[in-house]
């Protein structure tokens, strides 16, 4: 079954740090470029931050330019956010999606940047 799983979202102060996890599972997963997105209510989805299969090119939104870092682990099927100097705009929810011929999406974790 393909599947993408996301994990590490929750409540956090302004200028925090949190770091999001998203587990693949029944596909090639070194094959597929990878990306964050996020979404609040009312909005369109926006892109974050995007990946290259082998990890060599990595794009950002300018928004989360020196802030946010996303990385992969091809040996554990994950990919990863990290996401510092947390603003109140940054809350979302964030979702994972793996592209190649198809494009498959986690199910989201939600992200609060709140005092």
């Known amino acids: 079954q393909v599947q993408l799983v996301e994990s590490g979202g929750g409540l956090v102060q302004p200028g925090g740090s949190l770091r999001l996890s998203c587990a693949a599972s029944?596909?090639?997963?070194?094959?597929?470029?990878m990306s964050w997105y996020r979404q609040v209510p009312g909005k369109e989805r926006e892109l974050v931050a995007a990946?290259?299969?082998?990890?060599?090119?990595?794009n950002y939104a300018d928004s989360v330019k020196g802030r946010f870092t996303i990385s992969r682990d091809n040996a554990k099927n994950t990919v990863f956010l990290q996401m510092n100097s947390l603003k109140p705009e940054d809350t979302a929810v964030y979702y994972c999606?793996?592209?190649?011929?198809?494009?498959?999406w986690g199910q989201g974790t939600l992200v609060t940047v709140s005092s």
């Open positions: 029944g596909f090639t997963f070194s094959s597929y470029a």
């Open positions: 990946i290259s299969e082998g990890g060599g090119t990595t």
């Open positions: 999606k793996a592209t190649r011929y198809i494009e498959v």
